[in-house]
């Protein structure tokens, strides 16, 4: 069962802005970590940003000043604000919910395409 649905994907020009969006559905507990992952064709899946239930953030120094990780507890939901977005961005996000260590889902991604 789809538990994870991404969205917010497409294509911009270099130097633009796209907000991604992740929606977990299927459970009341809490989730521990939200992250946001990415995978460039050839090139295997890397972590981009993770936030916490208590809201701590972190992220990988190539994202630094230009993404924002948030999320709503609420609506068990991740967002990734991404500015200054660069070809070497190119690349299928995948949002990752964590409940605990041995404990995660994944959503089916969506695409992300920097070109002028």
């Known amino acids: 069962q789809v538990q994870l649905v991404e969205s917010g994907g497409g294509l911009v020009q270099p130097g633009g802005s796209l907000r991604l969006s992740c929606t977990f559905s299927g459970s009341a507990f809490r989730i521990y970590v939200m992250a946001w992952y990415r995978q460039a064709p050839g090139k295997q899946r890397e972590l981009v940003a993770s936030?916490?239930?208590?809201?701590?953030?972190n992220y990988k120094d190539f994202v630094k000043g230009r993404f924002t990780i948030s999320r709503d507890n609420a609506k068990n939901t991740a967002f990734l604000q991404m500015t200054d977005l660069r070809p070497e961005d190119t690349a299928v996000y995948y949002c990752?919910?964590?409940?605990?260590?041995?404990?995660?889902?994944w959503g089916q991604g969506t695409p992300v395409t920097v070109s002028s």
């Open positions: 990752n919910a964590a409940f605990s260590w041995n404990d995660d889902y």
């Open positions: 936030i916490t239930s208590g809201g701590t953030t």
